[in-house]
């Protein structure tokens, strides 16, 4: 019996790593009017940031279907495999949902276990990194679950925004939408809450915002895990790299992270964001 590890494309899982580790990606879809993209397959990062700039329709996502889970499952599985399905926020995207009808579906014929991470981005993709490593290192199924549901729940993600224009234009502002109208000198700054997007701080300057970033990664008393996101320009994400990088144990180095189409839809251009997972 083997034990395999699915997440979807909103964890910006680095495809080298998932690759490595033989954890199966779902693409969510991308739309610019009537066409319809797979994240990460038929639309690249750069292209979608150049169409965000000279298509005057604005992108939205969607979650992949049941069938399209139902499909990556039965690829996958042989007789008598199990399946740890790990993915994005249930309260921001449906992919949850998708994913539990299709286990639901193959019930009789796999055993899918599917996890709501509560969690955005790379905190998401940490997730499955654990547990993926776990079972290479012979862990059970039932271990590399909770393996994998604990880093979840000791994941934190912030992020800087250049503007909230696109997060608003998606309906995934959440508990920030008190911040619109206000921010013409400030730079919102947001974290995720309980699987929500919810506000953090402002910072006068996007300057002002980075010091924010890494004060904030330095709260907490000992890391596992890092990760520094941006949607466009990687100057700023590798200069906050470099500088929490004495956070983490020695000989380990923070993942740096370009995010993909579906969270660059809701981010937009300039974001930089912060993945940590606290030690035990």
Do not use: W
Request: hydrophobic share 40%.
């Amino acid at each position: 019996m083997a034990i395999k590890i699915v997440t979807d494309s909103a964890s910006d899982i680095p495809t080298d790593i998932a690759k490595k580790l033989d954890i199966t990606v779902v693409p969510l879809n991308v739309h610019f009017g009537d066409e319809v993209y797979k994240d990460g397959i038929d639309l690249t990062t750069d292209t979608f940031f150049e169409k965000i700039v000279d298509d005057p329709r604005h992108p939205s996502t969607s979650q992949p279907s049941m069938g399209e889970f139902v499909d990556t499952y039965q690829k996958i599985a042989s007789e008598g495999d199990e399946i740890i399905s790990i993915h994005i926020t249930s309260k921001l995207s449906g992919t949850f949902n998708s994913a539990t009808q299709a286990a639901a579906q193959l019930k009789d014929q796999v055993k899918v276990h599917v996890i709501d991470t509560a969690n955005v981005s790379c905190t998401i993709a940490y997730s499955a990194i654990a547990a993926a490593e776990s079972i290479k290192n012979g862990s059970s199924v039932e271990e590399a679950i909770e393996i994998a549901k604990s880093v979840a729940e000791r994941g934190h993600f912030y992020a800087l925004f250049d503007t909230l224009e696109y997060l608003a234009k998606g309906g995934r502002i959440g508990k920030a939408q008190s911040l619109l109208g206000g921010l013409l000198k400030v730079k919102p700054i947001l974290k995720t809450s309980d699987g929500v997007i919810d506000t953090f701080k402002r910072a006068r300057s996007r300057k002002a915002g980075m010091l924010i970033l890494n004060q904030t990664a330095r709260t907490f008393d000992k890391l596992d895990e890092l990760c520094v996101i941006y949607t466009t320009d990687s100057t700023d994400a590798e200069a906050l790299a470099e500088e929490v990088s004495d956070l983490l144990p020695e000989g380990k180095k923070p993942l740096l992270i370009q995010v993909g189409p579906v969270i660059g839809t809701h981010a937009g251009p300039n974001l930089i964001g912060l993945g940590c997972v606290e030690s035990l």
